[in-house]
Every structure is written in structure tokens, then in C-alpha cells.
DNA sequence: TTTATTTATATCGTTCACGATGCAAATATA
DNA sequence: TATATTTGCATCGTGAACGATATAAATAAA
């Protein structure tokens, strides 16, 4: 017999690890017919609701690395779903703006989230549970995404 | 003004895909040290819980397909963890068997689901409301990883 | 103002995920 | 028993994730 704590039927990471792969792989088939894939959705998600972002802002918001997304912005760019300009005032940034195409992925993708929320409503997850859903997964990524302090020297 | 169900925090997708992330971050410090990732982590509670299993059976308790997990083992087998021999019944079959090595590190692992537990623990995800969590999780996989019916011909 | 440090992004290498495809062994059907 | 289908696994290609490293611009310190 095996410690109760390395059943994989008491891991917390393996359920939330499969439970995100299962609705990401359920967002495949109302994507990809437009060609996207779910990251790259949420960053249409990030950017339709404020256009125009640095790189870093994009990341920031989606709890990503630049290294990230940074291939994911430019294969985004090569479709024509948006442009990546040099910062005026910061050199540094890349402007990430999207085009007339871009925007218009929102409403050609509609119906995505209602789609997807019918795909996982069951007895315990319904518009009743979920706020206590989001609540716990909230104070989980909180407690996990805490900037890590810097070496002391 | 964009859609609600367009706004990134009321998709559970998102929150999934990012604790998910987050808590596997987690783990890697600890795992690293012996030269393994969480998925391998993963099939390593599989194993042993029971070892010798086919290629398929570690597949589908991980909601894996097989051609994710085949270069995993693969490397696995590299580093001597454990071994991929043809089934004796079933010639089709690569049956997957634990090391010494690979059942040691069960000792050499004993910390780790306690310290990421702790790692987790807050005011909304702590011992009391875990079984309600893993509940909406469950059922939320249960209901995606329905087996999808053939084609009609 | 030089020089040092930090910041924003990009590149690289490795390891997953996963759809598509290939192949041989096992099973079902004719 | 010959043929067709299914099953188990492997290979391939593409797109993430992510640690490590590089580079140029901005900022801070000397």
C-alpha cells in the first residue's frame, strides 16, 4: 500500500492539470476553424478588452512569460490578427495592436463562451457554484503568483 | 464595453489553465533535483500505485493519449527510472515497470505532496473545503472526458 | 557624463500536448 | 482460412510553456 498522500486520486494539481487540458481541448473545435488556438484566444480575450498593450502588460495579465508569448504574438501577427509596433516613447516596448480582421474575431466568435459553459455545467458546477469555484481557484493562483523576492546580495 | 462573458475573470478556462500552471511551477524545485517534470512525476504515481502496466492503462488514467506519454517514457527509460518491455500475451503492447531507481525515488519524494499542499493551503482552499473542490473538479473532467461516440457510417 | 544596473523583449533548447499518420499484432468477418 | 477491421503503440509536425541567455534601450549611480 502507498501513502495516502501520493494517490493520484488526492492530487489537487493532477485534477486541475487534466480539468484545464479537457476545456481547452473542448475550446478546440470553436476555434480552430478560425485558426487559433486557446492561448491565443485568451489573448484576443486580453486585447478586446483594451487594445494597444505592451508585450510585458499581455504576459502580466495572463500570468505568462515574455519568452511565451512573445512566438505566440508573432505567429498571431503572421495571420494578420494583429500588428507589433516599436513603443514611440519606450524603444524598448512592442505595441501590440489589433487589426480590423482581429476585432472582428469577436463577433464571428460569439458563441464560444456560451457553448463552452453549457459544455461543463453539471450538478456542481452551475452559475449558483461557480463564484465559490472562482473564488477558490483565485485564491490558489493569489497565493502561487506572490512576486518571488529578489536575490538578497 | 466588451461582452461579460468576453471578460477574462469570469472564465474558468482561464483559471484552470493558470493554477494549473502555477501549481506545476510549484512543484518543479522540488522534482528538478532529480531530473524529473510534473508529468513524469505524474506517471510515477501511477506506477506506484501499481506497477506494470501497459503503455494504454498509464495513458488513460492520466486522460493522456498515448502519443504524449510514449516520448515521455521514453525518456524515462533514458535515465533509468524504468523499463518498456514487448507484452508476453499481447505482443501489441509495451508494458511499463518501475526500476529500483524508480521505486526509490518514492522515498527520496516523500516531502513533496506535503510541502506543495502548504503551498496551496488558504482562507478559501484548506483541509475542510478540499472534498467540495475536488468534487466541482471532478465532475467538471467527468463531463468533458465523456467517450466521444464513432463516426455514424 | 561615463559607467553600472535594470528593464523590455527576443532567441534558444527541452519537454510536453495533441492531431494526423503509420505499422504490426490481434480480432472479427466473410 | 483468407480478408477486413480494430487495437496498441510509435513517429511526425506544430504550438505552447519555461528556464537560460542575449541584446538594446532606459534609468540609476558614480
Redesign the interface.
Given at each position: 500500500m502507498?501513502?495516502e498522500?501520493?494517490?493520484?486520486d488526492?492530487?489537487?494539481?493532477?485534477?486541475?492539470?487534466?480539468?484545464?487540458?479537457?476545456?481547452?481541448?473542448?475550446?478546440h473545435p470553436l476555434l480552430c476553424g478560425d485558426g487559433l488556438t486557446?492561448p491565443q484566444y485568451?489573448v484576443l480575450?486580453?486585447l478586446?478588452?483594451k487594445d494597444a498593450q505592451p508585450v510585458n502588460d499581455i504576459a502580466k495579465?495572463?500570468?505568462l512569460e515574455t519568452n511565451t508569448i512573445t512566438p505566440l504574438l508573432q505567429r498571431m501577427e503572421k495571420e494578420g490578427i494583429l500588428k507589433r509596433t516599436k513603443g514611440k516613447e519606450d524603444a524598448r516596448q512592442t505595441i501590440v495592436t489589433l487589426t480590423r480582421k482581429g476585432k472582428n474575431l469577436?463577433k464571428k466568435l460569439?458563441e464560444v463562451?456560451?457553448t463552452?459553459?453549457s459544455?461543463?455545467?453539471?450538478?456542481?458546477?452551475n452559475p449558483e457554484?461557480?463564484p465559490?469555484?472562482?473564488?477558490?481557484?483565485?485564491?490558489?493562483?493569489?497565493?502561487?503568483?506572490l512576486p518571488k523576492e529578489p536575490e538578497v546580495r
Open positions: 502507498i501513502p498522500e501520493f494517490k493520484l488526492n492530487q489537487l494539481c493532477f485534477r486541475l492539470y487534466t480539468a484545464s487540458r479537457l476545456l481547452s481541448q473542448a475550446y486557446y485568451l480575450l486580453v478586446w478588452e495579465r495572463l500570468f469577436q460569439a463562451p456560451q463552452v459553459g459544455a461543463v455545467t453539471c450538478d456542481s458546477v457554484t461557480a465559490e469555484l472562482f473564488r477558490m481557484l483565485d485564491d490558489i493562483i493569489a497565493r502561487l503568483s
